[in-house]
Structure formats: structure tokens, C-alpha cells
T-cell receptor, first 115, second 113 residues
Framework: AQSVAQPEDQVNVAEGNPLTVKCTYSVSGNPYLFWYVQYPNRGLQFLLKYITGDNLVKGSYGFEAEFNKSQTSFHLKKPSALVSDSALYFCAVREVNSGYSTLTFGKGTMLLVSP | DAGVIQSPRHEVTEMGQEVTLRCKPISGHNSLFWYRQTMMRGLELLIYFNNNVPIDDSGMPEDRFSAKMPNASFSTLKIQPSEPRDSAVYFC???????????FGEGSWLTVV
């Protein structure tokens, strides 16, 4: 079985400061890892993914995430937060070669960036 | 590409009424998912189709819920009869079987009163 944990319900950061949204995962084999963002009253939008290769993945809107196999983590980061980054962020995992395309999502972390 | 298209975007209905939610996946995608999002439970996978065939419906909450995919470009999620606890946002999503990124629609916001 695969699972994702997002330990923080909410992250508060001031505009211009770096931000980190935490994610840890559990799969039997190797993972595919994803971050999605949901703005108010909208669907989930794909931000970035780790499939293979470089552990540091760069995505949309200046976000990046680092895959750490030993710590089974995939934390989302951005060097300088914007107020417009305020949204709900979901981490998701799929096991490589699981045969299915389904993703397992975390419960989400609300990011609030203050001016 | 138009993305995943869902309808209706918003629906308010009375308890006991039938609700049908519709989804058109991205052209060329052969895997389709229905998710439900609530404050209490977060994002839950209800059912997953591959090549129009239901692969995993273990997330469907009860017999009042049913889903169909009659062809590669259309799917429905039906609730009959609806109950207030069904109030939620229902998302449809699609991907290629060999693809990794799942793309979501804008959601159908259901309120059952």
C-alpha cells in the first residue's frame, strides 16, 4: 500500500521569505512523486513531479522539490514566497510499476503568505 | 487542449433527488478518475477507469453511487437518492495509462439540502 503524510495543516510565511511545505511518503518499491496546488474554488493544478534522475525537481511558478530517498521525503520549496502563492498544496505518490495509474494524495497543507 | 471538462460546475438539489455529474477527459487519455473532496476527509478516490472499464471502485461509498464510462470521451457519476452528507466537490481527472501526470477538471460543487 502507498501513503503520503503532510504533517502541517497550515504553513505561514511572510512575502519574500523562503517557504517549505513538507511531505513524506511510503511505498513498497520506488515512487513517482507529485505536487499539486489548489486555488480557492478551483481544481487541482499540477506543479511538478519526480520520476527519475536529478533529485532536485523544478516546476511551475518558481517552485522546486527535493527527493530524499533515505528520508522518504519530497518537500516543496520556494526561495521567495509571493502572496499569490497562498493556496492548498497536495503531495501525491504512485508506486513505480504498480500497474495502476492512481495517485494517493496527502491531506493537503494550506499555505498562507502574508504581505 | 481544453483540459478535463466537468458539468455542472455547481448544483444544489433536494435530498432524495437524483444527481448526475458529467466528465469529458482529455482527448487521448485512457484512464479516468472520480475524486470527492470534503473538509473532513480531504481528497478521496471514488473510482478509476482504464480503457472505459472500471478497475477499482472500492472508494465508492455505497450503492447510491454509480459511475459509468460508455466511451473514451465521456463518464458520469450518479447519486440516487442524494443525501445531505453527499455535499462535496467532485473532481474528474484523466491521464494516459503510461503517463504519470493526472490532470484534474475544475470540479462539480454539489450541495444537497
Amino acid at each position: 500500500a502507498q501513503s503520503v503524510a503532510q504533517p502541517e495543516d497550515q504553513v505561514n510565511v511572510a512575502e519574500g521569505n523562503p517557504l517549505t511545505v513538507k511531505c513524506t511518503y511510503s511505498v513498497s518499491g520506488n515512487p513517482y512523486l507529485f505536487w499539486y496546488v489548489q486555488y480557492p474554488n478551483r481544481g487541482l493544478q499540477f506543479l511538478l513531479k519526480y520520476i527519475t534522475g536529478d533529485n532536485l525537481v523544478k516546476g511551475s511558478y518558481g517552485f522546486e522539490a527535493e527527493f530524499n530517498k533515505s528520508q522518504t521525503s519530497f518537500h516543496l520549496k520556494k526561495p521567495s514566497a509571493l502572496v499569490s502563492d497562498s493556496a492548498l498544496y497536495f503531495c501525491a505518490v504512485r508506486e513505480v510499476n504498480s500497474g495502476y495509474s492512481t495517485l494517493t494524495f496527502g491531506k493537503g497543507t494550506m499555505l498562507l503568505v502574508s504581505p | 487542449d481544453a483540459g478535463v471538462i466537468q458539468s455542472p460546475r455547481h448544483e444544489v438539489t433536494e435530498m432524495g433527488q437524483e444527481v448526475t455529474l458529467r466528465c469529458k477527459p482529455i482527448s487521448g487519455h485512457n484512464s479516468l478518475f472520480w475524486y470527492r473532496q470534503t473538509m473532513m476527509r480531504g481528497l478521496e478516490l471514488l473510482i478509476y477507469f482504464n480503457n472505459n472499464v472500471p478497475i477499482d471502485d472500492s472508494g465508492m461509498p455505497e450503492d447510491r453511487f454509480s459511475a459509468k464510462m460508455p466511451n473514451a470521451s465521456f463518464s458520469t457519476l450518479k447519486i440516487q437518492p442524494s443525501e445531505p452528507r453527499d455535499s462535496a466537490v467532485y473532481f474528474c481527472a484523466s491521464t494516459r495509462t503510461d503517463g504519470n501526470t493526472i490532470y484534474f477538471g475544475e470540479g462539480s460543487w454539489l450541495t444537497v439540502v
